[in-house]
């Protein structure tokens, strides 16, 4: 049962979007850790971990053998410690509540099960670099649970979906008045999440402008060869005078395919001119090497009326750092992946300006980390991610991280433009809908028209402070009150 949860629980996330497993995957889990104890808890939220990660981020080992050099074996052994690794999370979760909520399985449902598998996704998002992916919360995007977003963020979300699955099945525990009382405490929370949803949490700071998204579609393998730079460039650049009639153009991830010092003079200054004399902004993705040293940035470059640079905060462990070293140092010198080792921009970077607005940039899977924005906010009147998802060719990775895209614009109720090298790319509104979205793996464009928002949701001034210190106080009581239950019924069985 475990396993069938964990199986079918990617299933609810796109690109099959099928929203109700989530809430049936966790049903499933749920019922295997009933009267388990702590070692069987473990071991089936372990099975549970496994089947959803191994079914989930499968796309891994594209990276990993296609794009990053490792043999076919070796992508597998990484994959699956990656898989093996990951299923630990779920597995503590059921240990937890089986050591320390182990008297009433109602007080389980509802409050130790949602709150420890939150809690676990949560830590699973910043332990050790975080690793986000499949966040219950992200499967609910087009359910009325989304309506929490503004307020509590994807982890609210998912507390609130794993909270429904707890309900479901208490019902099956309860007499039939408490029964009927989880039934509505069921629909009052999706009914909540419906009319919150229609609640204008952010409003217009200006007139709409017009913006356009590059999709070069550059085949990874060729992308950083020298002798395709020149053609890159050229590529890219004819695209963008296409344009001249936005206000804004924006490049994809590392569009650039060498050090922008490198082709400053003879590409992007003579471009940035045109950009000038045509009242068009460009954000463009490049590496940034910092004159003199050798430290170098994974970037997005402002040219156009305020020029300025955000440096990527938020690096990607094995790809852009080695996280854990000297040991994966060691680990990658048998398994010779080669690594580009950048530095991380720091949190203190004044926000990039275009098109008469200032902005909160995301390079890469900085988008997945909600958090990650907050820096930015009110000031920001809308977001900007670029990414190259060639990485994972044409799996299903791509359009889970554009799901998460999809999240953040909920959160913060501003419109997310997302410039990719082969897709997704899209227009997502402040509701996280998609308002235009490019066909993966095709030379286009996306133009349309975006409005600056003001205004900050409750999300986007504290984070998710209130609720994982809500979660961890609930469960402390919980578990002085299961404490105290155990004792009475111990004094009581001797006779005191």
Known sequence: MALLGGAILPLAFAPFDLAPLALLSLVLLFYSWQGAGPWKSFQRGYLFGLAQFGVGVSWVYISLHDYGGASPVAAVALTCALVAFLALYPALAGAVSARFFRTNPILRLIVAYPALWTLTEWVRGWFISGFPWLNVGYSQLDTPLAGFAPLLGVYGVGWLAALTAGLILGLFYLPW?????????????????????????????????KVTLLQGNIPQ??????????????????????????????????????????????????????????????????????????????????????????????????????????????????????????????????????????????????????????????????????TNDAWFADSIGPLQHFQMARMRALELRRYMLRATNTGVTGIISPFGDVVARAPQFERTTITGEIVPMRGSTPYSRYGNRPLVSGLLIVLVVAWAATKRLRLTRRDSSRGY
């Open 177 to 209: 008045l408490k029964a009927t009382g989880a039934g509505i405490v069921v629909a009052a929370l999706w009914a909540g999440g419906a009319w919150l949803n229609q609640v204008e949490w952010s409003s217009p700071a200006g007139k709409p402008f």
């Open 221 to 386: 393998e060729i992308k950083w060869e020298p002798q395709h730079q020149r053609e890159t460039l050229k590529l890219y650049i004819a695209m963008t005078r296409q344009h001249w009639d936005s206000d804004l153009v924006v490049w994809p991830e590392t569009a650039v395919p060498a050090f922008y010092h490198q082709v400053e003079e003879s590409f992007l200054l003579p471009l940035q001119e045109e950009a000038k004399n045509s009242g068009t902004d460009l954000l463009i993705g490049a590496p940034l090497l910092e004159q003199p040293g050798t430290r170098y940035y994974n970037a997005l470059i402002s040219l156009g009326q305020t020029p300025g640079v955000y440096r990527k905060r938020h690096l990607v462990p094995f790809g852009e750092y080695l996280p854990l070293q000297p040991l994966s140092s060691f680990i990658l010198d048998i398994l010779q992946i080669p690594l580009a080792d950048f530095s991380a921009g720091t949190d203190q970077q004044p926000l990039l300006k275009a098109a008469g607005f200032p902005l909160v940039a995301s390079i890469c899977y900085e988008d997945a980390f909600g958090e990650e924005a907050l820096t930015g906010m009110p000031d920001g009147a809308y977001l900007v991610n670029v």
